[in-house]
């Protein structure tokens, strides 16, 4: 599901706005057929933002370059899903996350069973954010996420 048509960039913010909702509207009739599905039990939702480039490519302000550094994620998981730690993925939540765990995470997920040679090992620096807590003493260097990239001090849940 790609999100490119909720980035409408027009002077007139009405139908910058309108956009968006369509966008809701269609994100929220997707969710509700996934979730209503036979094997919804076995499925696992990930939805991510970037946040784009806000009014345009020249509006890079304080406030949307700190966006730009923290995506929103949301990961909709069933309740009855197995070897996933509610401790650990309420916990994760305030911790200092990135790409590499997210894709840890959905590698976990897929559990291959004999991958191949030219796909890479996980690493033991990222952290599969479903059934391990991440530290809370770790930093960006930690997380292998670049210094100009990271905002660890303006983290907010």
């Known amino acids: 599901l790609n999100v490119l ?8 913010w009405s139908k910058v706005f309108l956009a968006a ?4 509207d269609h994100l929220s009739a997707f969710l509700e ?23 345009g490519p020249s509006a890079m302000n304080y406030n949307l370059q700190v966006e730009h550094t923290q995506p ?4 909709l998981v069933p309740e009855m899903f197995p070897s996933v730690s509610k401790q650990a993925l ?11 765990d997210l894709y840890h995470t959905l590698r976990s997920l897929m559990e291959i069973k004999n991958p191949p040679k ?7 620096w990222s952290y599969n954010l479903l059934s391990t ?17 990271c905002r660890q001090k303006s983290i907010i849940p």
């Open 133 to 149: 807590t991440v530290p809370t003493e770790r930093t960006c260097r930690d997380a292998k996420v670049d210094d100009d990239l």
């Open 90 to 100: 309420f916990k994760n939540q305030y911790r200092l996350t990135s790409g590499f």
């Open 72 to 75: 929103w994620t949301e990961i």
């Open 21 to 24: 909702e369509r966008y809701d």
């Open 5 to 12: 048509a909720a980035h409408v960039y027009d002077a007139d």
């Open 33 to 55: 057929r996934m979730i209503m599905r036979d094997d919804f039990d076995n499925t696992v939702i990930i939805m991510r933002s970037d946040h784009g480039l806000q009014r």
């Open 118 to 124: 030219s796909l890479p090992p996980l690493s033991n």
